[in-house]
């Protein structure tokens, strides 16, 4: 008889050997307590995905992620990008995006870059040539959408952080936000 392991299975067995940290238990049910909210949050997270090709929109979504520190997000779209054919050498290589250019198109960087400066507002306002950049890129209807989809995976990494979701336990495509 083959059994397969699950992301929780591992972590529970390392957990009783010693070898990891137990995980910890989610501090609020979001899409229980606020269900119009939530509801409301996967309209637009719909809504802004429109015109914008997917494995770009996960390299978004892990990006601004990462900088949150959301480990949930980061667990369901690095799934997700893989799922969508993303490698996971460019999954990787994005926290150090920077130094290793070579892996991204100038269309990706010119969203990671815009990404970062709508992640990160406590540095200033969106630079000029940070905007500019994106603008020749991305046609003005992507460039909308492209800036709700930062805009509402900032969101999500917010709700995901404060209610302190486990990552792990996602399977690619049951949820979409």
Known sequence: MTTTNTTADTAAKATTN???????TPRLAMMELAPDVYKAMVKL???SRRHLDPVLLELVKIRASQINHCAF???MHSKDAL???????RIVQLSAWDESRHFYTEKEIAALELTEAVTVLTDGFVPDEVYEK?????EETELAHLVAAITVINA???FGVTARLAPGHYTPGSLKH
């Open 18 to 24: 010693g070898t990891h940290a137990p995980e910890h």
């Open 45 to 47: 997270d719909q809504a």
């Open 73 to 75: 997000c980061l667990d």
């Open 83 to 89: 799922a969508a054919g993303e490698s996971v050498e």
């Open 134 to 138: 994106a603008a020749k890129h991305f």
């Open 156 to 158: 999500w990494n917010r």
